[in-house]
């Protein structure tokens, strides 16, 4: 099916497509609709993906330049053996702050900052499902990031190693502020990794033009809905974990205190649950690039496309089986990691499938010499190094012999520097040219990868031996004579000629801005991005949403170019001045409505600074600042939702061009909202689960638990959590009732179930309080009695925010904003409702139930 | 017999060939791996808690033998159904068109992938199980 030029005929209202007047009109049209807003602060309001995909790169690229430059003062510190250049506080905050700005602030935001940037045009969609979402998750993360990374102008940074180990960072005393900074900064920036997941996943799953069914995605994009899915289950552990450590530090529970009960191993566990596939969250998007980049350069389709498939999916699975790797050596059954060694080699399958995959296209095309295969080659050289030292410490009696040595440094700089840096790099040279329309040059590029290729491995290479000859990592200086001072200047200067690499990288693109426009689709690409036009950077993205037959419609499609571009194929126009997506079926991409997507606003912007404020204010203990700003949060948000979602469109649906009339309104599982509230709450569940999971590992460590009842210790009964639940679960039954009444067109009926919904979660989340509350636990003196009280304020925590949503549910049933059809608000409150009773339930089973079996 | 048998096969990978294969499906053989493999762990981390150290393993032994060839069994219905989508007739190779016909298979050959990995994952992980004697 290819656009029809007698489609006119049989839509007899659809504009003629060849006069250029008519064309000239519909962008007009849609120019006017796109545009950015203006002025000193208002552009800042942006919520277009490319806006908001080009300040975030930026940021990220940011960080990385900063965290490199921490890097470089280390290697500075560590040239000479007895240096003094800086002293050993200084150089914990440096390798603390370099690791988690690495991680936390450049390697996983600049996946979701490209991924907002080139996905809507991978798919051909004029922008991402949530655009305010996005920026919201933007400007969280940039007020998340400078609050952590500026901590270091302040010695004030974290210094517990990123990875925050109780208790030396439980501990006040010893860690300072800078722990604090660590855990409320960076579960703030988590917040906004969730927030680009969510959209991410409902704009790979419903935002693909139509005919893009499963078998004809972009390989990016199903590398972004793998990662985004990783995220769901990988951050939550994190939070939970981040939850746990703060409620230590500033109330004293003692859940990582051995002399309490707690143990310092359940945040080993917590933090490598998200830690281990978080090297696969950074390490997957950059072989997306490659896969993207390769069939370019090879002038073919990408060989063995299921083959990626399955690479992509098994990887994020399997990367959840190795987190313990990171534990071998606190002492655990030799049982338990073989377990965690066998999935460790297992994942080397997928990820070689990938590899070999990139190899053979390389081989059957014809291959074009380029920048970006140019840091592609060298990028896998390295990455494959790294991933048979990987091998190498997957055997835990060799990881015993290098765990925390310089070997392990070695080891993970190859895997992310040859798995993330440089494909970035590569990907800088392929995708400059879509996003300012200038190439970068060549010869700065080939010098740039020299300096870096020689570099790293100058650097890196020789501290596998520096480890094996036993110098451990995070030591601010040694002593002459141990053999390894030679090594380690050799490292210092590698590193130096590696920034000496990135810094030609940052003068090439200095000097884009004075270099001429390249053509368009200037590598002769065949997906869809290269649509874009290199003079006219156009807001609305594609001229028309395309009608796709093939994985490389450009190369494949006859005519496809000018069938946009003349605007042949849907929404070639803009008629209602409204910014609007083809929403389509998850598995064959069939149209199913037309989603209008939000305008620029300033109200993003401030949920995120009122909500930062909160994290900040609570990480100096200023409670009654961080309470205000709490309510700040609260109301930005409601007024965000209030006045920009689930609008009743003023008809019920539109020709959307090729004689297609769709719908301009969905509700239920058909809608993107819902879909972003199923995955929000996946990822909620997920953190909830974790702290289930916390209760049930002291019940293993314990001979006793719960522990006798002594006062302050004895559980809640199960009376209590008994009522709790069933209050829930008659707030739930109440939501189903109100869905079923305004269904069937009983508003009144609805409004009161909702009321009735609103008091019964409200009490069902008191009780839950009551329970733990009545029998007078003491969270301070037991960790029995903490994680009990964790359990309760979750849920309790939960149904209050049940409460807001029945109650926002009702005020838009009295408002008529919620009619019978339009039903979107009270279907998403009845699909949190569903989750919350489940939670309920499990607390009522763990906290009322379980004790009475154990 | 034989013809019967060879009918019986027809019918079953009909059967397996109208099935609704989606997302879900395919990741049913890696989740079926998460939930042997989180067995397994959980299962022997709390017997060596609550046994001590010097217990031995093979009072556990049997279960996770079990829990092995359960995993090992359902990976392979997952297989089959996966490997008869693999095989809808309809569409000239070299199937990446944007038909039913392709979408189908394509799904079910990354399916058939997965379960293969899946199947020599679990494997993996029943081997320390088999070849370790306690709990130290």
């Keep these: ?854 | 017999m034989m013809r019967r048998d060879a009918s019986l096969i027809a019918t079953w990978l009909e059967r397996a060939q109208r099935y609704r294969y989606s997302l879900w499906t395919l990741v049913a053989p890696p989740s079926i791996w998460a939930a042997h493999f989180l067995f397994c762990y959980v299962f022997a981390a709390i017997h060596c808690a609550k046994a001590g150290r010097l217990a031995g393993l093979a009072a556990i032994g049997v279960e996770i033998g079990l829990a092995t060839v359960t995993a090992l069994g359902l990976v392979g219905i997952c297989a089959f159904v996966a490997w008869a989508q693999s095989r809808v007739e309809g569409d000239p190779p070299p199937h990446h068109e944007s038909t039913d016909e392709d979408r189908v298979r394509f799904l079910g050959v990354a399916g058939l992938l997965l379960a293969g990995l899946s199947a020599v994952a679990i494997v993996f992980t029943a081997l320390p199980a088999a070849l370790i004697g306690d709990c130290r």
Aim: proline letters at 7%.
């Design chain 1, 1 to 854: 099916m290819s656009p029809d030029p007698e489609a006119a005929v049989t839509n007899p209202g659809a504009p003629d497509q060849d006069d250029p007047a008519v064309r000239r009109a519909q962008e007009a049209r849609l120019r006017a609709v796109w545009a950015p807003p203006k002025g000193v602060f208002l552009r800042w309001t942006d919520t277009n993906n490319d806006a908001i995909g080009k300040w975030y790169t930026l940021a990220a690229v940011a960080m990385m330049l900063f965290a490199g430059t921490l890097a470089l003062v280390m290697r500075a510190q560590l040239a000479i053996p007895d240096n003094d250049l800086v002293s050993a506080s200084t150089y914990n905050q440096l390798f603390t702050l370099h690791g988690s700005t690495m991680m936390f602030l450049f390697a996983v935001p600049i996946f979701e900052a490209v991924s907002i940037l080139i996905l809507p045009a991978l798919l051909g969609a004029r922008d991402l499902p949530f655009p305010r979402l996005s920026a919201f998750g933007f400007w969280s993360f940039a007020i998340g990031g400078m609050f952590v990374a500026g901590s270091i102008f302040f010695d004030a940074a974290p210094d517990g190693g990123w990875f925050m180990y109780p208790p030396l960072a439980t501990e006040p005393s010893q860690s300072g502020i800078g722990a604090d900074i660590w855990m409320l900064g960076l579960s703030f920036v988590d917040v906004s990794s969730i927030a680009a997941a969510v959209e991410l996943i409902v704009g790979v799953l419903k935002c693909r033009p139509p005919g893009m069914r499963l078998n004809l995605m972009p390989l990016y994009a199903w590398y972004v809905l793998v990662v985004a899915v990783m995220i769901l289950f990988a951050f939550p552990p994190l939070i939970a974990g981040d939850i746990l450590f703060e409620l230590e530090r500033i109330a004293d529970w003692p859940f990582f205190d051995a002399a309490r009960g707690g143990d310092s191993l359940l945040w080993q566990h917590l933090f490598w649950i998200f830690g281990h596939p978080e090297v696969y969250i950074i390490f997957l998007p950059s072989i997306a690039i490659f896969a993207m980049v390769v069939p370019t350069f090879s002038r073919r389709h990408l060989l063995g496309y299921p083959w990626v498939v399955l690479a992509a999916i098994g990887t994020g699975f399997l990367s959840f089986g190795l987190w313990v790797h990171h534990m071998f050596a606190t002492g655990m059954p030799a049982l338990s990691q073989g377990f965690f060694s066998a999935a460790s080699e297992a994942v080397a399958i997928p990820t070689a499938v990938q590899i070999f995959t990139l190899i053979a296209t390389v081989w059957a095309g014809e291959l074009v010499r380029s920048t970006p295969m140019l840091f592609g080659a060298g990028a896998l050289a390295i990455f494959v190094i790294g991933g048979l030292t990987g091998v190498m410490v997957a055997v835990a009696p060799f990881d015993w012999q290098a765990h925390d040595t310089y070997f392990i440094v070695a080891h993970l700089h190859y895997v992310l520097v040859g798995g993330a840096v440089m494909p970035l790099f590569g990907g800088l040279y392929y995708y400059w040219p879509l996003v300012t329309g200038k190439k970068l040059s060549d010869r700065l590029g080939r010098i740039a990868f020299w300096l870096m290729f020689v570099g790293f491995n100058v650097g890196f290479f020789p501290m596998h031996v520096s480890g094996l000859m036993g110098m451990p990592r995070r030591v601010y200086t040694y002593p002459a004579g141990l053999g390894i001072d030679a090594l380690n200047l050799a490292s210092t200067a590698g590193a130096f000629l590696f920034a000496a690499g990135v810094a030609v990288i940052v003068i090439d693109l200095c000097l884009s801005p004075r270099r001429p426009h390249s053509p368009r689709n200037p590598w002769s690409a065949g997906t869809l991005e290269w649509l874009a036009h290199p003079k006219s950077q156009e807001d609305w993205g594609v001229r028309s949403v395309p009608l796709i037959e093939s994985r490389y419609p450009i190369w494949d499609q006859p005519a496809f170019v000018r069938n946009v571009d003349e605007g042949r194929y849907f929404l070639a126009d803009a008629e209602e001045g409204k910014r609007e997506l083809v929403i389509t079926s998850v598995l064959d991409a069939k149209p199913l409505h037309v989603h209008r997507v939000a305008t620029p606003s300033v109200k993003p912007m401030l949920a995120a600074a009122t909500l930062g404020g909160v994290f900040i204010a609570t990480t100096y203990h200023g409670y009654l600042i961080a309470s205000t700003l709490a309510i700040a949060a609260f109301v930005t948000i409601v007024w965000w939702l209030w006045t920009g979602t689930s609008v009743i469109p003023e008809k019920p649906a539109k020709h959307a061009g090729l004689g297609l009339v769709l719908p301009l309104h969905a509700t239920g599982p058909a809608s993107s909202g819902w879909w972003a509230m199923f995955i929000t709450m996946v990822a909620d569940t997920v953190a909830f689960a974790s702290l289930v999971f916390g209760y049930f590992y002291y019940w293993t460590i314990h001979a006793q638990f719960p522990p006798a009842a002594m006062p302050g210790i004895a559980g809640p009964g199960w009376r209590w959590p008994a009522v709790a639940c069933a209050l829930v679960g008659a707030g739930w039954l109440a939501t189903l009732a109100a869905r079923q009444a305004n269904g069937r067109g009983f508003r009144a009926g609805a409004c009161g179930a909702l009321a009735l919904a609103a008091l019964a979660t409200a009490a069902g989340g008191v009780a839950g309080l009551a329970g733990p509350w009545h029998a007078g636990l003491e969270p301070q003196a037991h960790v029995y009695a903490a994680i009990v009280w964790v359990l309760a304020s979750w849920v309790a925590a939960h149904a209050a925010l049940g409460t807001v949503m029945q109650i926002y549910a009702l005020a838009r049933g009295i408002a008529r904003h919620t009619t019978g059809e339009h039903d979107g608000d009270l279907r998403n409150v009845t699909l949190y409702a569903h989750f919350l009773a489940l939670q309920a339930l499990v607390a009522f089973a763990v906290t009322g139930v379980f004790p009475a079996l154990a």
